[in-house]
């Protein structure tokens, strides 16, 4: 995907995804969370589970999980209106 080159070779992107299609791509999992406390203030990463992407909200969470740069920004309009980008700060920056 457009994510996996970008992050691979550490290229700026931008990109507004749409469409989740999770039969067609059933490769694509994402973790389980589970509440750490009882008030779910906490959650934490059950990394041996894995649920389908099946909607929207789990692409975003898929997308994001590729790498800790990737930022979600919120476009002002109606739709599917979340760009995820990444500009890859170099070392230095870091």
């Not at 389980?32 to 959650?43: F, H, I, P």
Request: charged share 25%; with cysteine.
């Amino acid at each position: 995907t457009i994510v996996d080159v970008a992050v691979r070779n550490r290229v700026p992107f931008v990109i507004v995804p749409c469409c989740v299609f999770s039969r067609l791509f059933p490769h694509r999992r994402r973790r389980k969370r589970s509440n750490n406390q009882l008030d779910g203030s906490s959650t934490t990463t059950v990394p041996e589970q894995s649920l389908l992407v099946r909607d929207y909200d789990d692409l975003i969470e898929y997308l994001m999980a590729k790498d800790d740069s990737i930022q979600k920004t919120v476009l002002p309009f109606e739709g599917k209106n979340i760009a995820l980008w990444s500009t890859f700060p170099s070392p230095k920056d870091i």
